[in-house]
């Protein structure tokens, strides 16, 4: 009997992930922990993960609520969505209860939902995170790069999107804009955030807010778009990056008491599909959103170690040539090596790629590519995260140090090592 198997074949493949690769910031985590088991000495600054431990009280909180075990509320504990509602109250101003919020396995996987059950075109900036796009494609959304310039700090700039509103007005649309972003570390000042608000809101356009990155604001004091625009932003957010635990995998949406329509049906999908999150996870989050001293003082050391490097890593890379203002937040820098293009291409170098490719090869700093985020690919610029360090030594070296003046040099030998050896690195093979 001849047996058919022609459904294992490729060719059954859904149509919209024909070609997808697996997430670019983990492929180069995961090849980069090979290259290390092979004997290399590899400098990790392709994925962003937070270099700091998880603030001991919730740890605490973690240990004392590992017994959980009951599946919780489809749109989360009902305790956490009120924690992560004053969180938003406190730090960011909103206006908003726990019923206007939606809890769920990661950040990631919300705006997963978001574009599955809302159907308006995706609006986002070049550059911008790497999953963004991905999962637009995945659900059959098209997508829309707003541009940016280098001059700018890659921000999205008012006149862009009101372009993009007077192309066709009447068409749903979901403007994606994070702050401080990925992969850039820059962040928008206030009056430009009212500025995109008040485009946002002539053409009815729904604002995902992802602010991920808001307590590393590396000067404190992070400013919301949604208060300029309540009506029409979702602010997203969780434990990934201010708290550490990007492994525990909890994210938060905060939505407008008038889009609750919209929570509901994420959250009917989210019980046809994860159906809660993981319960001891929630459980422990309750403590890291109601904030407090330890919290704080966390924040604070974390923020100022952060902004000592990238100022450093940032101002080595200009005096090697590249384009690289010091970030605002976040554990991110973008540059621009478009000023040594000549002497790349004359090393067989003319694409994003290939740059990233050969810093890989030759000096062992893992890093990614421009084309990664949306630019062009013949745009010599990379993504780099300066988080391959020992966080929970510096975060203990730096509270033995005043606060008034930034951390000197010898604290980033001492203390964050491998990151100012893998600049020096780079910049040095800038310079062949």
């Known amino acids: 009997m001849k047996v058919n198997h022609a459904f294992l074949s490729e060719v059954h493949l859904n149509p ?40 001991r009280p919730v740890v605490e909180a973690l240990r004392a609520n590992a017994h959980q075990k009951d599946y919780l509320p489809v749109k989360g504990l009902p305790a956490l969505r009120e924690a992560v509602a004053g969180f938003h ?44 796009a991905p999962q637009a494609r995945i659900v059959g959304r098209r997508i829309h790069w707003l541009p940016t310039r280098a001059e700018h700090g890659w921000l999205l700039m008012p006149e862009d999107l009101e372009r993009l509103g007077r192309e066709d007005p009447g068409r749903p649309r979901l403007v994606i804009l994070n702050y401080p972003s990925n992969p850039t570390g820059y ?44 009506e029409g932003t979702l602010v997203s957010s969780g434990l990934s990056k201010w708290c550490g635990a990007g492994g525990w995998r909890l994210g938060t949406f905060v939505f407008p008491p008038d889009l609750r329509w919209l929570l509901d049906a994420m959250a009917a999908v989210a019980s046809e599909t994860f159906t809660a999150t993981s319960a001891p996870i929630q459980y422990a989050a309750v403590r890291a959103f109601e904030g407090g001293p330890e919290i704080d003082d966390y924040l604070r050391r974390s923020r100022r ?31 621009d090596l478009s000023a040594l293009a000549e002497p790349l291409r004359a090393r067989g170098i003319a694409t994003s790629t290939a740059l990233c490719e050969r810093l890989l090869e030759d000096t062992g700093v893992a890093t990614l590519p421009g084309a990664d985020f949306g630019r062009p ?50 910049c040095g093979w800038l310079a062949v």
């Open 16 to 55: 919209t992930v024909q070609g997808l690769t697996p997430s670019a910031t983990l492929a180069i985590n995961e090849r980069s922990d090979r290259l290390r088991r092979a004997g290399r000495q590899i400098f990790k600054l392709g994925l962003g993960q937070s270099p700091f431990p998880v603030p």
């Open 89 to 132: 109250r406190r730090i960011d101003e909103l206006a908003c209860r726990g019923d206007d919020v939606l809890v769920g396995p990661g950040s990631k996987e919300l705006m997963f939902l978001l574009q599955l059950v809302y159907e308006g075109e995706l609006a986002i900036p070049a550059p911008s995170w790497v999953s963004y």
């Open 187 to 230: 962040t928008y000042r206030i009056e430009t955030l009212q500025a995109l608000s008040e485009v946002a809101q002539h053409y009815g356009m729904l604002v995902l807010s992802d602010e991920i990155y808001g307590e590393l604001f590396h000067s404190g004091g992070h400013r919301s778009l949604a208060p300029f625009y309540p």
């Open 305 to 335: 170690v952060l902004a000592a490097l990238g100022a450093h890593c940032a101002a080595r890379l200009r005096e090697a040539g590249a384009r690289a203002a010091p970030p605002h937040g976040a554990f991110y820098l973008f540059p």
């Open 377 to 426: 690919p013949d745009e010599l610029t990379l993504r780099l995260a300066y988080v391959d360090f020992d966080g929970a030594q510096a975060l203990d070296a730096a509270a033995g140090l005043p606060d008034e003046a930034p951390l000197p040099e010898r604290f980033l030998q001492a203390h964050c090592g491998n990151v100012v050896e893998a600049i020096d690195r780079m």
